[in-house]
């Protein structure tokens, strides 16, 4: 069965730091990853979508990278600000089944 | 363009009764997901459509759920009877193109009570 985890629970940083979120998986079969973004009382947003063929993907400051055999991933957010402040969760998907990690809470403080 | 809509926001009602939980998916989008959200279990996908057509219902927890998607435009999660431990937040999602290739879209959820 697939796992999911994210490391770290959460995170607190200074504005400007750039910082990477972590995402590890147990089963390295997967059609694609994806990073999501969730706001307090809010929906996911899909920030990212990796297909397992494909070694990274970038938008605007975040950058995702899939290693597919070692079961990671990690997202990169450069010069952070404090609206990037929410909680952050991975997902992989293989055959109609989508498993999410528990997400990683950030804070970045002004 | 309208996001994915969901009714109600907030559901409070009492073990026993029948709760009906509504969604509609971006036009033109031809998958629909249901997600329950919950501290303990985190985000868990329920089941999918696509066309119309439930696909996987294999993450439905047991026969007290049941969906339905009886056009494109609608889609309805049913929980009865209802129970405490199936207080949680129940989100929709809709994508356009199989979820392989193309991000989903989530509502931004029912908060569900049962005393």
């Known amino acids: 069965k697939q796992e999911v985890t994210q490391i770290p629970a959460a995170l607190s940083v200074p504005e400007g730091e750039n910082l990477v979120l972590n995402c590890s998986f147990t089963?390295?079969?997967?059609?694609?990853l994806q990073w999501f973004r969730q706001d307090p009382g809010k929906g996911l947003t899909s920030l990212l979508l990796?297909?397992?063929?494909?070694r990274e993907q970038t938008s605007g400051r975040l950058n995702a990278s899939l290693d597919k055999s070692s079961g990671r991933s990690t997202l990169y957010i450069a010069a952070s600000q404090p609206g990037d402040s929410a909680t952050y969760l991975c997902?992989?998907?293989?055959?109609?089944?989508?498993?999410f990690g528990a997400g990683t809470r950030l804070t970045v403080k002004p | 363009d309208a996001g994915v809509i969901q009714s109600p926001r907030h559901e409070v009602t009492e073990m026993g009764q029948e709760v009906t939980l509504r969604c509609k998916p971006i036009?033109?989008?031809?998958?629909l997901f249901w997600y329950r959200q919950t501290m303990m279990r985190g985000l868990e996908l329920l089941i999918y459509f696509n066309n119309n057509v439930p696909i996987d219902d294999s993450g439905m927890p047991e026969d007290r759920f049941s969906a339905k998607m009886p056009n494109a435009s609608f889609s309805t999660l049913k929980i009865q009877p209802s129970e405490p431990r199936d207080s949680a937040v129940y989100f929709c999602?809709?994508?356009?193109?199989?979820?392989?290739?193309?991000?989903?879209?989530f509502g931004d959820g029912t908060r569900l009570s049962i005393l």
């Open positions: 999602a809709s994508s356009l193109g199989t979820i392989n290739y193309q991000p989903q879209h």
């Open positions: 036009s033109g989008h031809d998958y």
């Open positions: 089963d390295s079969a997967i059609y694609n």
């Open positions: 997902a992989v998907y293989h055959l109609g089944d989508m498993r």
């Open positions: 990796i297909q397992s063929s494909q």
